[in-house]
């Protein structure tokens, strides 16, 4: 099992930064895939930003240029440091990552962290 412990989040106004950690533990082989997906309201769960095992990073096309992915390997930690922040941001946001424990990758979920940008 992989235990994904998420911080950071909260209420910001537009145009402010927040700053998500998630720190991954557990026992496993390799963690693939690591990042953020949201939820907005009313609006289906979209990926973020991710980050690979070997350190290519993905992100959306709405968050591109304002959202800064980055990882702490010794820790198992990511970082999603979100700057320029919109309203149309404001959704749930969950840790991801997918990993090998024994055999075939696993997805597993955060629980999430509400981030809230007023206008």
């Known amino acids: 099992q992989v235990q994904l412990v998420e911080s950071g989040g909260g209420l910001v106004q537009a145009g402010g930064s927040l700053r998500l950690s998630c720190a991954a533990s557990g026992r496993f082989f390799r963690i693939h895939t690591m990042g953020w997906y949201r939820r907005a309201p009313t609006k289906e769960s979209e990926m973020a930003a991710t980050i690979s095992y070997g350190g290519r990073i993905n992100y959306a096309d709405s968050v591109k240029g304002r959202f800064t992915l980055s990882r702490d390997l010794a820790k198992m930690t990511v970082y999603l440091q979100m700057d320029s922040l919109k309203p149309e941001d404001t959704g749930v946001y969950f840790c991801?990552?997918?990993?090998?424990?024994?055999?075939?990758?696993?997805?597993?979920w955060g629980h999430g962290t509400q981030v809230t940008v007023s206008s």
């Open positions: 991801y990552a997918n990993a090998t424990i024994n055999a075939d990758p696993v997805d597993y």
